[in-house]
């Protein structure tokens, strides 16, 4: 069964930088029958998607953010990850890594990791 | 970018009433649209996709219609669990757009 987890700082100080990492259980992330997403909720307030991941190493960023996020995939460790430099408080948000699944009219976003807190403060 | 317009922000109902939410976006996404619940604290999970698709394991009181800009999602005999906030979400089109949710509260 496939499990998504998020690991990373719960605390990170404005300016600097935010990294997370998703660990990939039960299914390979060297497959191009996935795409991997992050998605983000500040708290109290609605969901924002941030960035979808191919196979093929394709990238999509949410344009207001583009300026300040890396994204990667690591085979070996079958994990992929996030980076937000220059972070502000507008940045603490729940942060979750997605997977959807590339087929035709399978929707997106299928199966979500349960989300770790981050916290932009000084 | 592809505006979702959610509404109602918020509804309230009792057990055993039938729910409507309504989800229109600001240009044509055929049928491409899903349907998420988010229990308080916890992370999103899928109902529908593809507009009317029942995500494998969803209670058939869930089901979704519409195509193009108009999308409802229908909640037949509110069960106490599905009280939660509801998400619309678009993936025609890069950047992907959320709706802006849903809350629907025990009245």
């Known amino acids: 069964q496939l499990q998504l987890q998020e690991s990373g700082p719960g605390l990170v100080k404005p300016s600097e930088t935010l990294s997370l990492t998703c660990t990939v259980s039960?299914?390979?992330?060297?497959?191009?029958?996935?795409?991997w997403a992050w998605i983000r909720q500040p708290p109290g307030k609605g969901l924002e998607w941030i960035a979808t991941?191919?196979?093929?190493?394709?990238?999509y960023y949410t344009p207001s953010l583009e300026s300040r996020i890396t994204t990667s995939i690591d085979t070996s460790r079958n994990q992929f990850s996030l980076t937000l430099t220059s972070v502000t408080a507008a940045d603490t948000a729940t942060y979750y890594c997605?997977?959807?699944?590339?087929?035709?009219?399978?929707?997106?976003?299928?199966?979500w990791g349960q989300g770790t807190l981050v916290t932009v403060s000084s | 970018d592809i505006q979702m317009t959610q509404s109602p922000s918020s509804l309230s109902a009792s057990v055993g009433d039938r729910v409507t939410i309504t989800c229109r976006a600001s240009?044509?996404?055929?049928?491409?649209l899903g349907w998420y619940q988010q229990i308080a604290g916890k992370a999103p999970k899928r109902l529908i996709y593809?507009?009317?698709t029942l995500q494998s394991g969803v209670p058939s009181r869930f089901s979704g219609s519409g195509s193009g800009t108009e999308f409802t999602l229908t909640i037949t005999s509110l069960q106490p669990e599905d009280f939660a906030t509801y998400y619309c979400?678009?993936?025609?089109?890069?950047?992907?757009?959320f709706g802006q949710g849903t809350k629907l509260e025990m009245k």
């Open positions: 997605v997977r959807s699944m590339m087929i035709t009219y399978a929707g997106e976003f299928d199966n």
């Open positions: 039960g299914a390979s992330i060297d497959t191009s029958a996935y795409y």
């Open positions: 991941l191919y196979h093929s190493g394709s990238t």
């Open positions: 240009q044509d996404i055929r049928k491409d």
């Open positions: 593809a507009a009317s």
């Open positions: 979400l678009q993936h025609n089109t890069y950047p992907r757009t």
